[in-house]
């Protein structure tokens, strides 16, 4: 079946630090691929996403680039600010407007 | 962007009661309407879509007489869980499109439903 798995978090780190939140799936086809970022009291919000192979989604600058060869959408930011503390999450959508979600990662970021 | 409100925030209610969430698109109109439940450290899991006038869809293994769900206008549609009981306890989001497998979806805040 189709689903997405990311790394279990919490993700803890210090201002300015690199981030890498892990996100692999399993797809019949070729789906589209969004981050969605929930701040605390928040719904999600899109943080970004690429619809086919080789694209990269940028926003905010965060990136993740569509891998088909490993399945992944890994996602990452060159230097992390406390306000990005949030739970993020990875999913996909095929050939209808339904979207699989991973199970989220918490980002904890300190000054 | 978009916005969806979700009412109530939270709600705590007896085993046995119905209890209503509505969500709403506050500045769109919201053609397609989705309903999710997540249950602590694991993924929003889609119970059904509904779009405006016309019954909803719901995913396998959910119970649709249980979980009833009103599209009535283009800006509000309503979750009722009716005789609640303690499994039933969880996180309900909603969220709303314009429309399309290729039109975003706006995600409400959610709604802790606790039942005794």
């Known amino acids: 079946g189709n689903s997405v798995t990311q790394m279990e978090g919490p993700v803890t780190l210090s201002e300015e630090a690199f981030l890498t939140i892990n996100c692999t799936y399993t797809a019949t086809g070729y789906p589209s691929l969004f981050w969605y970022v929930q701040y605390p009291g928040e719904g999600l919000q899109l943080l970004l996403k690429a619809t086919k192979a080789d694209d990269k989604g940028s926003n905010k600058g965060f990136e993740a680039t569509y891998r088909k060869e490993t399945t992944s959408f890994h996602l990452e930011k060159g230097s992390v600010q406390v306000s990005d503390s949030a739970v993020y999450f990875c999913a996909l959508r095929l050939y209808t407007d339904k979207l699989i979600f991973g199970t989220g990662t918490r980002l904890q970021v300190f000054p | 962007g978009a916005v969806v409100s979700q009412h109530p925030s939270w709600v705590i209610c007896k085993s046995g009661t119905s209890v209503k969430i509505e969500c709403r698109s506050l500045d769109f109109q919201a053609t397609t309407m989705f309903w999710y439940r997540q249950f602590p450290k694991q993924s929003l899991m889609l119970m059904a879509t509904?779009?405006?006038?016309?019954?909803?869809?719901?995913e396998q293994g959910v119970e649709k007489d249980k979980f009833l769900i009103n599209h009535a206008s283009l800006t509000l549609s309503t979750l009722t869980v009716t005789s609640a009981h303690p499994e039933d306890s969880s996180f309900y989001i909603c969220?709303?499109?314009?429309?399309?497998?290729?039109?975003?979806?706006?995600f409400g805040p959610g709604t802790r439903l606790l039942v005794l």
């Open positions: 509904s779009n405006e006038g016309s019954k909803a869809t719901y």
């Open positions: 969220s709303a499109s314009g429309g399309g497998a290729q039109e975003t979806q706006y």
